[in-house]
């Protein structure tokens, strides 16, 4: 099982740009599909983006297709958000997640082996 950091959440006007970067622990990087899922205050969780073990297939919830991409270095166990045109919607702790199923390319938490921190971002209007 890995364990997951997140870093790089923070304040940003609306129109600005974040980058979120996810570490991993351990030597099976690449066998994790790997997601970012937001919660936003009194709201569930729900998924943004993920990313395949190789990196070569990715997806989008529709909110933020065009606007995130999703990307993933399998040489330094690490996995980025690059956010732009940021909108207050967008408002949220970040959570970085590893499953080995795949199941988190249907937006689904079931299968969900690890969860980072979580990182906060806030967007002004």
């Known amino acids: 099982q890995v364990q997951l950091v997140e870093s790089g959440g923070g304040l940003v006007q609306a129109g600005g740009s974040l980058r979120l970067s996810c570490a991993a622990s351990?030597?099976?990087?690449?066998?994790?599909?790997m997601g970012w899922f937001r919660q936003a205050p009194g709201k569930e969780r729900e998924f943004v983006a993920a990313?395949?073990?190789?990196?070569?297939?990715?997806y989008y919830d529709e909110s933020v297709k065009g606007r995130f991409t999703i990307s993933r270095d399998n040489a330094k166990n690490t996995v980025d958000l690059q956010m732009y045109s940021l909108k207050p919607e967008d408002t949220a702790v970040y959570y970085c997640?590893?499953?080995?199923?795949?199941?988190?390319?249907?937006?689904?938490?079931?299968?969900?082996?690890?969860w980072g921190q979580g990182t906060p971002v806030t967007v002004s209007s």
């Open positions: 990313i395949s073990g190789g990196g070569s297939s990715t």
């Open positions: 351990g030597r099976t990087f690449g066998a994790y599909a």
């Open positions: 997640a590893a499953d080995r199923t795949g199941s988190i390319f249907r937006g689904s938490t079931d299968r969900i082996d690890s």
